[in-house]
T-cell receptor, first 114, second 112 residues
Framework: DAGVIQSPRHEVTEMGQEVTLRCKPI?????LFWYRQTMMRGLELLIY????????DSGMPEDRFSAKMPNASFSTLKIQPSEPRDSAVYFC????????????FGDGTRLSIL | SQQGEEDPQALSIQEGENATMNCSYK?????LQWYRQNSGRGLVHLIL?????REKHSGRLRVTLDTSKKSSSLLITASRAADTASYFC????????????FGQGTRLTINP
């Protein structure tokens, strides 16, 4: 079975530009998570969805960040406008069910804002 | 918020030796999970232990949980070069069992 698929794998852009990260969860999984990983702060949960509905976005750093899940097989994380401090690796993960379930991670998008 | 803290931050051992990593957390949990991350890749789930369990095994992995001490350990026996990776513990958030809070990880290096 295909795992969680993220695109692009790498993104380099100038500050002020809009960045869109994409995620395709594992088929049949009904929970989707967006994380950000940096050396300084480790792995942080930004937002998660259950059955395509955002449940908790308390980790979203500011209004420049937004996430959508229009259907069960696709989600986007958008940063507009981007800033150098947004540089990080962004991971998408999915799981089946709501609690006590392992999360399956994609290989991430390495984002560099110049 | 509660967060697992791994100890040590880095560990380097010879192939064939056992590797032990520890995780401490702050508040009560429903479950604790261990993940591995190879360089440049996403995290891979290794094992989940529930709060009413004390020990779990999976192949060469052994996880223990001591809820009275709010700590867990991950033991990898007969280590291999392929075990070189970062290892993270994750606990569920007290406000939401579905949210996981990850520690900073232990960087494990297996020397051939």
């Amino acid at each position: 079975d295909a795992g969680v698929i993220q695109s692009p794998r790498h993104e380099v852009t100038e500050m002020g530009q809009e960045v869109t990260l994409r995620c395709k969860p594992i088929s049949g999984h009904n929970s989707l998570f967006w994380y950000r990983q940096t050396m300084m702060r480790g792995l942080e949960l930004l937002i998660y969805f259950n059955n395509n509905v955002p449940i908790d976005d308390s980790g979203m750093p500011e209004d420049r960040f937004s996430a959508k899940m229009p259907n069960a097989s696709f989600s986007t994380l958008k940063i507009q406008p981007s800033e150098p401090r947004d540089s990080a690796v962004y991971f998408c993960a999915s799981s089946f069910g709501t609690v006590y379930q392992p999360q399956h991670f994609g290989d991430g998008t390495r984002l560099s804002i110049l | 918020s509660q967060q697992g803290e791994e100890d040590p931050q880095a560990l380097s051992i010879q192939e064939g030796e056992n590797a032990t990593m520890n995780c401490s957390y702050k508040t009560s949990i429903n479950n604790l999970q261990w993940y591995r991350q190879n360089s440049g890749r996403g995290l891979v789930h290794l094992i989940l232990i529930r709060s009413n369990e004390r020990e779990k095994h999976s192949g060469r992995l052994r996880v223990t949980l001591d809820t009275s001490k709010k700590s867990s350990s991950l033991l990898i026996t007969a280590s291999r070069a392929a075990d070189t990776a970062s290892y993270f513990c994750a606990t569920d958030d007290s406000r939401s069992a579905q949210k996981l809070v990850f520690g900073q990880g232990t960087r494990l290096t297996i020397n051939p």
